[in-house]
């Protein structure tokens, strides 16, 4: 229990750093089987359409810690989605053979990285939404 605690509280410690600019988070995650499991935070930056920090915790233990994933930094959006698709079909190669990747089916069963772009983009389209209902315009979407 004590060490649940503890990863509970690294968690909160990584998104406190990233949360820190305007920074927008998606939050994404693939429970292993029988292999490691993936908590993955995406910081992402609407105005400039791009990826501010993306962190990755891999582990099968409680001991696992947040990781920087430097090669996504700077990327778009559309271009961290290509990548998370492409990321899912190796992680869930067995299971994708039967069921290709739909982005309307929510589904569990997807990588943490594909995941965590879905959020996001769930959240923009809310955001959009409540921002058409109160009259504020046309929300811009740059990269999507």
Known sequence: MFLGYLQVRQYQKTVKKLVGGKATLGVGQRKGVIGPGELL????DRDQDQVLSVR???????????KEIPEYRGLSLEAIRRIGI????????????RHPYDPAVLSKKKGALIQAVEALDAYF??????????????PQRPGL
């Not at 990755?56 to 947040?66: L, N, P, S």
């Open 56 to 66: 990755a915790m891999k582990g099968i233990t409680v001991f696992a810690r947040f």
């Open 125 to 138: 389209k809310r955001k959009d939404a409540k921002a058409l209902e109160e009259g504020e315009g046309t």
């Open 41 to 44: 935070i995406l910081a992402y």
């Open 86 to 97: 492409e990321k899912d079909g190796v992680d869930l190669k067995i299971y994708r053979r």
